[in-house]
T-cell receptor, first 111, second 115 residues
Framework: RKEVEQDPGPFNVPEGATVAFNCTYSNSASQSFFWYRQDCRKEPKLLMSVYSSGNEDGRFTAQLNRASQYISLLIRDSKLSDSATYLCVVHASGGSYIPTFGRGTSLIVHP | EAGVVQSPRYKIIEKKQPVAFWCNPISGHNTLYWYLQNLGQGPELLIRYENEEAVDDSQLPKDRFSAERLKGVDSTLKIQPAELGDSAVYLC?????????????FGPGTRLLVL
């Protein structure tokens, strides 16, 4: 079993739709969590960190469920420009950690 | 502020040849990461530096891969000899101090094709 798992998709949604992605992690000692966005043939860029209490940034909401060991990303009112791959990243606790990326979930927003 | 710089952007070599990638992190960033990304997969960490010290290199295939960050600033990743399966994108990233809560900033990557 992979340490960080994501449904690769693609998720194909119309503009204006609400879409949600989940990411599960296996290491219960994981401490910090992130969503990165990666456009085709580009480098990953931070979308948002995921806090224990959940956090929102405009149309994007991230949630953490430690009991079930998953994080989620909700995108409301999808735009064409949201089309990208969304990477889940998990950092284990401790002074020396290995950032572990999921394989990413592909989102395609169509007119 | 300049971002993470990588060169070359593209490299095509024949198998068994050596290849080297260069990365210059964001000014002032102490932590530097090298990742490998295959098509359809997420980045996989190869090595992480805190200043000039390699603090995580357990996933670096040391029989053919080597890396250095001699002065704690820019870094070089080398493969010798390259194999067909090394074809991938090699990403460099940096963060300010390397705590697990920090954002990583990625360079554009070097796209390697081994023939």
């Amino acid at each position: 079993r992979k340490e960080v798992e994501q449904d690769p998709g693609p998720f194909n949604v119309p503009e204006g739709a609400t879409v949600a992605f989940n990411c599960t992690y296996s290491n219960s000692a994981s401490q910090s969590f992130f969503w990165y966005r990666q456009d085709c043939r580009k480098e990953p860029k931070l979308l948002m960190s995921v806090y224990s209490s959940g956090n929102e940034d405009g149309r994007f909401t991230a949630q953490l469920n430690r009991a079930s060991q998953y994080i989620s990303l909700l995108i409301r009112d999808s735009k064409l420009s949201d089309s990208a791959t969304y990477l889940c990243v998990v950092h284990a606790s401790g002074g020396s950690y290995i950032p572990t990326f999921g394989r990413g979930t592909s989102l395609i927003v169509h007119p | 502020e300049a971002g993470v710089v990588q060169s070359p952007r593209y490299k095509i070599i024949e198998k068994k040849q050596p290849v080297a990638f260069w990365c210059n992190p964001i000014s002032g960033h102490n932590t530097l990461y090298w990742y490998l990304q295959n098509l359809g997969q997420g980045p996989e960490l190869l090595i992480r530096y805190e200043n000039e010290e390699a603090v995580d290199d357990s996933q670096l295939p040391k029989d053919r891969f080597s890396a250095e960050r001699l002065k704690g600033v820019d870094s070089t990743l080398k493969i010798q000899p390259a194999e067909l399966g090394d074809s991938a994108v090699y990403l460099c990233a940096s963060s300010a101090t390397g705590t697990s809560y920090e954002t990583q900033y990625f360079g554009p990557g070097t796209r390697l094709l081994v023939l």
